[in-house]
Structures are given as C-alpha cells and as structure tokens.
C-alpha cells in the first residue's frame, strides 16, 4: 500500500510539474522546435501562474558582435540535444556549450563564412555518429557534434561547396545556406540564398547523403526544356538567363508521409519581369515533394509573375484542424499553412494540396514599365482573414504624423490603394512593405490548429528609374555604383531609414580601403559578394565612395542589364522617424484555421517615449518569430524595444516581459535539463538601428 501511494505521488507530481513528456521532449532538437516548424513545445513547467517568477539562469557571450558600427546580428533560433545547446554567434562562428549552464565546449573558427547571418544549424546522428551540419559562405560544412571539428569523409574534406551545380552563363558568385537544412533518414535537404538580381545563380533544390556529402537528387526550381513549368518561362532556355526561385527560407518535413514541402522565393531581378515573361514556375511556389527522390507531388503557386519581392518569407507550419464534414460532423484535416509578405495565410490539404478555403484569382492593374507584362491575376485567399492591412490611402497616414500635410502631398502622387500594383516610373506604395507583413521569423502553431503571427505594417515607397543605354559589344556604359549599389544604399548613398541598408557617406571615417577590398570580395549580411564583377569596376565604387568624385561609367562585365533599376527600399517614416501609417505598426495575431477567423490581434512591442505621452502601444517592425507552449504561453521578442515578452495565448494578453541587452531578432527555444525548464533567446541586435549584441539568455524559475 505504501509503495503504491507513493508511486501515485509521483505520477501526481510529474504531471503537476509538466514532466510527462520529459523523456519525448526535453530537447529542441531541429530548427524551429520540429520538422512541421511549428515553433511548439509540450512542456507546462512555465505557467501562467507563476511566469513572473522567470529569472536569468545563464548567458553565454558568443563573441564576434560588431559594438562600433553595430552592423552584425544574431538570428540564430538554437538547437538543444541531450543537454548541449548548438547556436551560432555574432560573427558566424557554430559552437556548442552546456544547456543547463551556458559553460562552452566548443567553437568553430572559419575565415572563409562570407559574412553570413546564419538562423542555426541541423543535428543528424546515427549510433555513435553525431553531425552538426552548418551553413557558412557559400560552404556547408559538416562537425563532429562532440568536438565541433570537421568530418574528413564528408564532402570535400569536412565542406560543400554550393556553388557547384546552380551556375549559369552571366551568373555573379554569391551563395550561402543560412537557413538550417531539413533532414529525411540520411538526407540533407538543403536551399540556398542567392542574389536577386539579374545575375543571381539558379535556386535548384538540392538532398546530400549526410554521410558522404554525395548529391542525391536535385529540383529544378527553373524548369530545363522537357520537364513541366518550362513553357511558362519565355522566350526560352530560362535556366541559362534567369536565376533565384530559390528556397531561401527554409522547408518543413512530413516524415511520416514522406513530403517535403519547400516555399520558393521570386525569380531574379525581383522588381522587372521582361525577361521573365509568364507565370514563371516554380517560383514563388508552395512545392510538396517526395522527399526520397525530389519528385513533384503537388504545387501551389502563391504569386504569378512576381515583380513586387513578394516570395513566402518563411518556412511553412504542419498542423492538424478540424473542419466539418457535409452531414455536419467534425473531420480531423492535416494541414500545411503558408503565411505571405502580403498578410495572406494560404492553408492546403498536406496531401492532395487542395485549398482548405477559396482561393479567388483577382485582377489587378496592368499599367507598368515598358517592356514588363504583368498576370492579369493573383491569387487571394477568400479566409483565413488577413493579418495585415492590404491598402494604403491618405485615409491610413497617421494622424499625428509630424510632416502630415508634406505626407498628404507625396501619396497624392503616388499608385497606392491595392494590392500587386506593378511598378512604373511612377511612384508606387507597397503594404504591407516589401519586407512583410510575415517575414522570416514565421509563426507557431499548437495543437488546437491555431496560428500565432507576428507581422509588421510599414509602407514602402519605390519608382523604377531608366538605366543608361547599352554600349558597344553588347556590355552596359554605367556607372558601377549605380548598377551595383544604388538599388539598396540609394542613388544619394544615404541608405534607408531603419539603417538595415546603411549610408555609406563618409564611409572612409569607418572603413579603410583594405576593409572595403574584403567587404566588396565577400559580402556581409544581407550584402552579397562582389567578387564576379571586375576589378576596374571594384575600384571605381571605392573611388566614388572615398572620395567624392563623379561616379564614372565604366564598361561592366555584366552581359544582360534590363533597361531599370529601382529606386531602393525606402521605407516610410515621417519627419521624426515614425512609420507613417496609423498604428499598429507591428503585431501578433491569432489565427483560428478551423475557422480561418482571428481569435485575437494586439500591438507586438512599443516606442517607450510615446507611451509615455499617453499613446497606447503601437507595435513596432519586428523580426523574429514565436514560440508557443502547452502551458498557454506565447514567448516572443523580435520587437525594436529589446524586449523578451510573454503573452497568454487565449488572450493575448502580456503577462510578464524583460529587457534584454540587446535586441531579440530571432526566435526562442524551449528545453528541459536535470528536470528544469529553460527559455533561451539569441540577443544579436543590429537591425532597426539598434545596438548589436553577442549574448545568448536562457530564463528559468527561480528559486
């Protein structure tokens, strides 16, 4: 009898502590906690009760953050196996330290990583073999899990190199795999992230043996002549003049049922589709494929044509819904969910790839630059309602906008009022901005088939501008830095607003011409390499940038120059720095996909000196995604204030919140070790113009 008491005791207790999935779920083994990426933990030792106890249990100075120009980031969500957490730092470097102490055992030391912001790693083991698989530069290395050090027998001693196989005549070097790959039995199923202009490499999809780095097969995202999709790419032999439709953004993975389901980004260049002409699959696609083989399943394409940058900007959720049947009974439905740049939300069955809801293709405006020939429709999504605004009139500017009336002024010259209008050489408002609306963070999705998105609603301006005309044997007379930098640092060198594309006036104050030499050569961050183009043309972007003088135009190497660049991504704020549309400017919503109904949408973060004037929080651009657990609990920072917050996930409600050193631009994870309960977010900052930081946190109960 009293065994048996205690016994139930101790059953009693385990369930009450949240310990009933210690030995399924103590790890956050992959990125995004799981292969269906939902971003959703089973643990319940954190609560809403006692949330407000969470104190800082460790944090781990990675290293390599750049604490004078601020320009590094850390997007790393980070994987925990069998009490070891695998992260990546400041300046790209994978390590590996104690998950219940932050005590480090290892890290890498590459110079070859291109400056890559990298979102994490991939674990694969078999028996006593246990891989890390990192994606730095155009290289995808393979480490001992134990050690960090190379594998010999993999690839090229320890590395792939990604650039073999996705050239193409005219294509520029620039290639990395910064989102963590997804693995199926002894595959590594990787995308890449290429350029998106005119000579971004091919965007192919590609599955390695995760023992030997051999390439198992290969999807062609541009279709080569005889397979199915190339008769929407014209004129023809599309893979040798096109490149990108690449899934940069990572993939989801129905191990069961053997599907890969891999986003697709747009074709390359994002803003002129001349020579591009047709619907253009695979990109901008939904794709399900047998992830054996790389065989086509099914499709859905979520954009026709893209001119607008507007690719899935994360990897998709795997969930189950209920929905009822036509005699009226409820029906279990598995499900995969793609949120959009747009606010969209399309949900398909995960394996016949029917529509859960209507999908209406809608027509939209056809007045454009010269030469470009637009889909007469795009696809919308009748339900799951949106989860931003999809318009912008003089009705939406903020009411208090400090320049209101200079504000008024500029929209009444600008396209703006719907969505997908094509660019011109008029100016031309997108809203959401080109950046989302949802963007890479993505969403969490927990058992009940709710979706929790965080977005962000900041219009962007942009006008397509005419290049000069080409020279003698075919090659462009233009000035390189307007070819080649203009487009993101813009034709003044001001940069952007928010900083995530710096000004490079007085660029010799910060960097000198060796430094620049290196960054032109490798690319950092978002900055791709220009080591394809020539040294004449290197040199006279240094020149221009150092020294002021007049931007020469110099015969480039690039052989197809399309007649338009844009005017960069100029993205609106008013006078005083304020996005210039009405609040929300960032936010968190529930999304019910049994009804395809929101449950909840509130502000994502605030701008402390207005809340202080009595503004009620207005949400704030963000980046980074959620974590949702069984205990109802929403952790999530991603927000310019550089907090870590948590909210209650039927409300939506902020039940506890911590300052963080440094901006959270990435995603939680969750984990258990030595029967406690952590959270631990990568503080990298760096974006939004704030301060970039190398620390990791991981917040537990306190005593």
Same mark, same amino acid.
């Given at each position: 009898m009293f065994k048996i008491s205690n016994l139930c005791l101790i059953v009693v207790l385990i369930v009450a502590w949240g310990f009933q999935t210690l030995d399924s779920y103590i790890d956050w083994p992959e990125y995004n906690g799981n292969g269906a990426r939902s971003h959703y933990s089973p643990l319940t030792q954190i609560n809403k009760a006692n949330v407000g106890q969470?104190?800082?249990?460790?944090?781990?100075?990675?290293?390599?953050?750049?604490?004078?120009?601020?320009?590094?980031? $850390?997007?790393?969500?980070?994987?925990?196996?069998?009490?070891?957490?695998?992260?990546?730092?400041?300046?790209?470097?994978?390590? #590996? +330290?104690? #998950?219940?102490?932050?005590? !480090? @055992?290892w890290k890498t030391d590459f110079a070859d990583n291109g400056g890559t912001t990298s979102r994490g790693v991939t674990y &694969?083991?078999?028996?006593?073999?246990?891989?890390?698989?990192?994606?730095?530069?155009? &290289?995808?290395?393979?480490?001992? #899990?134990?050690?960090?050090?190379?594998?010999?027998?993999?690839?090229?001693?320890?590395?792939?190199?990604?650039?073999?196989?996705?050239?193409? !005549?005219?294509?520029? =070097?620039?290639? +990395?795999? =910064?989102?963590? =790959?997804?693995?199926?039995?002894?595959?590594?199923?990787?995308?890449?992230?290429?350029?998106?202009?005119?000579?971004?490499?091919?965007?192919?999809i590609r599955a390695y043996d995760t023992r030997t780095g051999k390439l198992v097969w290969t999807f062609h995202t541009i279709p080569q002549k005889g397979e199915p999709g190339y008769e929407t790419w014209l004129p023809e032999n599309p893979r040798q003049r096109i490149g990108a439709a690449n899934a940069w953004m990572g993939m989801a993975i129905d191990r069961e049922r053997g599907i890969l389901y891999a986003p697709t980004g747009s074709a390359g260049p994002d803003f002129y589709g001349a020579n591009r002409r047709g619907n253009n699959l695979y990109a901008n696609c939904l794709l399900a494929l047998d992830a054996a083989t790389g065989k086509r399943i099914w499709h859905y394409q979520l954009v026709h044509h893209d001119i607008w940058d507007r690719d899935p900007p994360a990897p998709p959720n795997l969930l189950t819904i209920t929905r009822k049947c036509l005699d009226g009974r409820p029906q279990k439905v598995d499900v995969v969910a793609?949120?959009?740049?747009?606010?969209?939300?399309?949900?398909?069955? @995960?394996?016949?790839?029917?529509?859960?809801?209507?999908?209406?293709?809608?027509?939209? /405006?056809?007045?454009?630059?010269?030469?470009?020939? !637009?889909? /007469?429709?795009?696809?919308?999504?009748?339900?799951?309602?949106?989860?931003?605004?999809?318009?912008?009139?003089?009705?939406?500017?903020?009411? &208090?906008?400090?320049?209101?009336?200079?504000?008024?002024? $500029?929209?009444?010259?600008? @396209?703006?009022?719907? /969505?997908?209008?094509?660019?011109?050489?008029? $100016?031309?408002?997108?809203? !959401?901005?080109?950046?989302?609306g949802a963007q890479w963070g993505g969403a969490a999705a927990d058992p009940e088939g709710i979706l929790y998105v965080p977005a962000k609603e900041n219009p962007v301006h942009m006008t397509l501008i005419r290049r000069n005309q080409t020279g003698k044997n075919g090659n462009q007379n233009n000035s390189p830095y307007k070819l080649y930098c203009s487009a993101c640092h813009g034709l003044d060198r001001k940069g952007n607003h928010d900083g995530s594309y710096p000004s490079l006036l007085q660029l010799e104050k910060r960097l000198s011409k060796p430094q620049l030499v290196k960054l032109l050569m490798t690319g950092r961050g978002m900055m791709p390499s220009f080591s394809h183009i020539s040294a004449a043309e290197r040199t006279s972007i240094i020149e221009y940038l150092y020294n002021n003088v007049t931007d020469k135009q110099v015969v480039t190497t690039q052989k197809e120059v399309i007649p338009y660049q844009h005017t960069g991504y100029n993205r609106w704020y008013d006078s005083e720095g304020y996005p210039v549309s009405t609040p929300p400017w960032g936010t968190l919503t529930a999304i019910d996909l049994n009804t395809g109904k929101h449950r909840w949408q509130v502000p994502l973060g605030e701008y402390p000196e207005l809340t202080k004037k009595g503004i009620a929080p207005t949400g704030t651009d963000n980046y980074g995604g959620p974590l949702v657990t069984a205990s109802g609990l929403i952790f999530i920072a991603a927000s310019r204030d550089e907090k870590l917050r948590a909210f209650d996930k039927e409300t939506g409600k902020i039940v506890w919140e911590y300052p963080l050193p440094a901006g959270g631009y990435a995603s939680p994870s969750t984990y258990v070790v030595n029967g406690k309960q952590y959270i631990v977010i990568a503080c990298g900052g760096g974006k939004l113009k704030t301060k970039s930081g190398d620390k990791y946190l991981a917040f537990c109960l306190g005593n």
């Open positions: 969470l104190k800082v249990a460790w944090s781990y100075a990675s290293g390599g953050a750049d604490t004078l120009q601020n320009r590094t980031q $850390m997007q790393c969500n980070p994987i925990i196996i069998d009490g070891v957490l695998y992260g990546v730092s400041a300046n790209t470097q994978a390590f #590996a +330290v104690e #998950a219940a102490t932050g005590k !480090p @055992r &694969w083991s078999e028996g006593s073999d246990k891989r890390i698989f990192f994606g730095a530069g155009k &290289w995808l290395y393979a480490l001992d #899990a134990n050690t960090g050090k190379l594998i010999g027998n993999f690839g090229d001693n320890g590395r792939i190199d990604l650039k073999i196989g996705i050239e193409r !005549p005219g294509a520029d =070097n620039y290639v +990395v795999s =910064n989102t963590p =790959n997804t693995i199926y039995k002894n595959l590594l199923i990787t995308g890449t992230r290429v350029a998106e202009s005119e000579t971004a490499l091919l965007g192919d793609q949120i959009t740049k747009q606010g969209f939300t399309f949900v398909f069955d @995960r394996v016949t790839g029917k529509p859960i809801f209507s999908i209406k293709e809608t027509a939209f /405006p056809q007045e454009t630059a010269s030469g470009e020939q !637009p889909s /007469p429709t795009q696809p919308i999504p009748q339900l799951p309602v949106p989860f931003t605004r999809q318009s912008f009139t003089e009705k939406d500017i903020n009411p &208090w906008a400090a320049n209101r009336d200079s504000l008024k002024v $500029m929209l009444s010259k600008a @396209r703006t009022g719907t /969505p997908y209008i094509p660019l011109s050489e008029k $100016m031309t408002i997108f809203f !959401p901005g080109t950046d989302g």
